[in-house]
């Protein structure tokens, strides 16, 4: 089982930057696919992008491909998501979760991710 824990969180003017980070705590970090999603007020929960255990393939929502970098570091037991050129849609509170046999088809689906972080808020004014 892990642990997982996000910061980075905050408030940034339409068009900055903000770099949030998922530390796990676990003997098994790397054997997880790792994804982060968002919950904007009033709204569902959404798949933002995720990464394979290794850290060479990586995913993205079409909302936010282009603009933001997931990555991670496997000796560190930490995953970032590098958010650039921030719109004000992109306000939500972030997410990340772990999960095992988790493939292409089901990475961006909420249930296949067996653990999750407490989250951190991300507000983008205009």
């Known amino acids: 089982q892990v642990q997982l824990v996000e910061s980075g969180g905050g408030l940034v003017q339409a068009g900055g930057s903000l770099r949030l980070s998922c530390a796990g705590s676990?003997?098994?970090?790397?054997?997880?696919?790792m994804g982060w999603f968002r919950q904007a007020p009033g709204k569902e929960r959404e798949f933002v992008a995720a990464?394979?255990?290794?850290?060479?393939?990586?995913y993205y929502a079409d909302s936010v491909k282009g603009r933001f970098t997931i990555s991670r570091d496997n000796a560190k037991n930490t995953v970032y998501l590098q958010m650039n050129s921030l719109k004000p849609e992109d306000t939500a509170v972030y997410s990340c979760a772990a999960g095992e046999g988790i493939t292409v088809i089901t990475m961006r689906a909420q249930r296949p991710y067996g653990y999750w972080g407490q989250g951190t808020q991300v507000t983008v004014s205009s």
């Open positions: 676990g003997r098994t970090f790397s054997s997880y696919t």
């Open positions: 990464i394979s255990r290794s850290g060479t393939s990586t």
